[in-house]
């Protein structure tokens, strides 16, 4: 029988379960984070120009991690460069994503290929990326979830509402600087200096489930972007100290203390 958009098949990766972790920075139950695997951090996060930022490495494996903070099943729709990473269509809410279980935990390691395979996220030169690589290169450099509650689990999470007040329209003549000044960024920016490319196959198994969502918009969306190093200063966002610039003072540079030079101290 065919299905419309409700219930939706889903994929639920398998992935071990670890106690309540305390509330992320996203605004809702679904943390998103992005880890380097050949170092074995998470990338930290840059807040700028409105956007959230990650300083990736050209050439390294990367994972994306899923923490639901929630007590109830979520479905998330995972994009990355555009694409739904689970099908390789162009990204879009309504699509089939992974159900995460309360408190749960997944690493995504990559583009799925089976319920047996994905093929590596890896940073690379944004021409050879997958999204470049099938003719879709328009949205390379971000990565985004969209993130549904179940049906009938929907009273468990209710909250009390709070009513603010709605911002009220620019003034045209405001309206027209603003779109100025956006310009001006959108044209001294660097161009893109990574995409996520389509890298070796690795075994990772997930099953099949059904998920009945409980609105038609995702509940919270979240979005990602990553760049280079290089990139990131360039459009005035702090990452690391340029090579030569002096290091900050440390409290605690030294576990012990040293002997002066030329000292002797009395035994």
Not at 38 to 45: I, K, S
Not at 67 to 96: C, F, H, K, M, Y
Not at 118 to 134: H, K, L
Request: glycine share 8%; with cysteine; charged share 20%.
């Amino acid at each position: 029988m065919k299905r419309l958009i409700l219930p939706l098949l889903t994929v639920l990766a398998l992935c071990g379960f670890k106690p309540p972790l305390p509330p992320g920075h996203d605004p809702g139950p679904v943390h998103l984070s992005v880890i380097d695997r050949d170092d074995g951090q998470p990338l930290h996060q840059y807040r700028a120009q409105g956007q959230r930022w990650v300083a990736g490495q050209q050439g390294h494996r990367y994972s994306v991690r899923l923490r639901n903070a929630g007590p109830t099943r979520v479905l998330v729709v995972l994009s990355v460069d555009g694409l739904n990473a689970i099908t390789g269509e162009v990204a879009a809410p309504g699509q089939t994503g992974y159900v995460l279980n309360p408190w749960q935990t997944a690493d995504i390691h990559g583009w799925r290929k089976s319920s047996q395979e994905v093929a590596q996220f890896v940073f690379t030169d944004p021409g050879r990326s997958y999204a470049a690589r099938t003719d879709r290169p328009d949205n390379i450099g971000v990565i985004g979830i969209a993130v549904f509650n179940e049906a009938g689990a929907l009273s468990a999470q209710r909250r009390p509402a709070i009513a603010r007040p709605q911002a009220r329209p620019a003034p045209a003549q405001a309206e027209a600087a603003m779109d100025a000044a956006a310009s001006r960024m959108a044209s001294a920016a660097p161009a893109p200096a990574l995409g996520t490319g389509h890298g070796q196959r690795e075994e990772s198994q997930v099953r099949d489930t059904d998920f009945e969502r409980a609105t038609r918009m995702p509940a919270q969306t979240v979005e990602v972007r990553y760049d280079s190093t290089r990139n990131l200063r360039a459009r005035g966002i702090l990452v690391t100290p340029a090579a030569g610039e002096a290091a900050r003072p440390q409290a605690f540079p030294t576990q012990y203390v040293p002997d002066p030079p030329g000292s002797r101290l009395p035994r």
